[in-house]
């Protein structure tokens, strides 16, 4: 068996569970038939953003499909270092699946927010404002560890950064949606790493929002 097989079924697996769990719920998010805006993202970023991830998603098509085209950004890794790639994909297709289960039908791919939009405080969401783009950053580093490829984790960085950027005009959107409840989350919520050590006597985000 080539030695390489086994690391590109793996990561087929991994690529073909993500699209199958974001692709459901995009389908279910957009029988709602709403016209979404993407006027607010911008013109550049939302081109830079898409070609990004179109790169990210050829360069990993392509591996998969015919790794020799892709050998010539191929880096040295120990089997071990990826096979690590196989753990924190499982956790971060888990993570994925949890945050779209919450977002539910709030799901867009802009920084818009939909007509009956809500305020999402559960899953993920209780302990980081974007756990989507978390899981997206977990997704690249067990692709790029699988395939033992910098182009694939450039390209797939390169995304994650040029979301990151647009995280802020996101929340601004959100803000203008739910105002002081919003504001409220921003403060109690990191918005990327969640906060580990907690103390035990502070009061549940959803709890205090419903006191206000």
Same mark, same amino acid.
């Given at each position: 068996?080539?030695?390489?097989?086994?690391? %590109?079924?793996?990561?087929?697996?991994?690529?073909?569970?993500?699209?199958?769990?974001?692709?459901?719920?995009?389908?279910?998010?957009? %029988?709602? +038939?709403?016209?979404?805006?993407? &006027?607010?993202? =911008?013109?550049?970023?939302?081109?830079?953003? %898409?070609?990004?991830?179109?790169?990210?998603?050829?360069?990993?098509?392509?591996?998969?499909?015919?790794?020799?085209?892709?050998?010539?950004?191929? !880096?040295?890794?120990?089997? =071990?270092? &990826?096979?690590? =790639?196989?753990?924190?994909?499982?956790?971060?297709?888990?993570?994925?699946?949890?945050?779209?289960?919450?977002?539910?039908?709030?799901?867009? @791919?802009?920084?818009?927010?939909?007509?009956? +939009?809500?305020?999402?405080?559960? =899953?993920?969401? &209780?302990?980081? %404002? +974007?756990?989507?783009?978390?899981?997206?950053?977990?997704?690249?580093?067990?692709?790029?560890?699988?395939?033992?490829?910098?182009?694939?984790?450039?390209?797939?960085?390169?995304?994650?950064?040029?979301?990151? !950027?647009?995280?802020?005009?996101?929340?601004?959107?959100?803000?203008?949606?739910?105002?002081?409840?919003?504001?409220?989350?921003?403060?109690?919520?990191? &918005?990327?790493?969640?906060?580990?050590?907690?103390?035990?006597?502070?009061?549940?985000?959803? @709890? +205090?929002?419903?006191?206000?």
């Amino acid at each position: 068996m080539n030695p390489e097989t086994p690391f %590109r079924l793996a990561l087929l697996g991994v690529f073909a569970l993500t699209l199958a769990i974001a692709g459901y719920h995009r389908y279910c998010a957009s %029988r709602s +038939h709403e016209r979404i805006s993407r &006027r607010d993202e =911008g013109r550049w970023l939302f081109l830079a953003i %898409r070609l990004a991830g179109l790169s990210l998603f050829v360069s990993t098509l392509t591996y998969l499909v015919y790794p020799p085209a892709m050998a010539w950004s191929q !880096i040295p890794l120990m089997q =071990g270092a &990826r096979w690590l =790639g196989l753990a924190v994909a499982i956790f971060s297709v888990g993570l994925l699946f949890c945050t779209l289960s919450a977002l539910g039908k709030n799901l867009t @791919d802009t920084v818009a927010v939909r007509a009956n +939009h809500s305020l999402v405080l559960t =899953g993920p969401y &209780r302990w980081v %404002r +974007h756990p989507y783009y978390v899981s997206f950053g977990l997704l690249i580093v067990s692709a790029m560890l699988l395939s033992a490829n910098w182009f694939v984790g450039a390209t797939g960085f390169l995304a994650l950064a040029l979301l990151v !950027i647009r995280t802020p005009i996101e929340e601004q959107m959100l803000v203008k949606r739910f105002g002081k409840d919003y504001l409220v989350y921003m403060e109690k919520t990191p &918005r990327f790493i969640p906060t580990i050590w907690r103390s035990h006597s502070q009061e549940p985000l959803v @709890d +205090h929002l419903r006191k206000e």
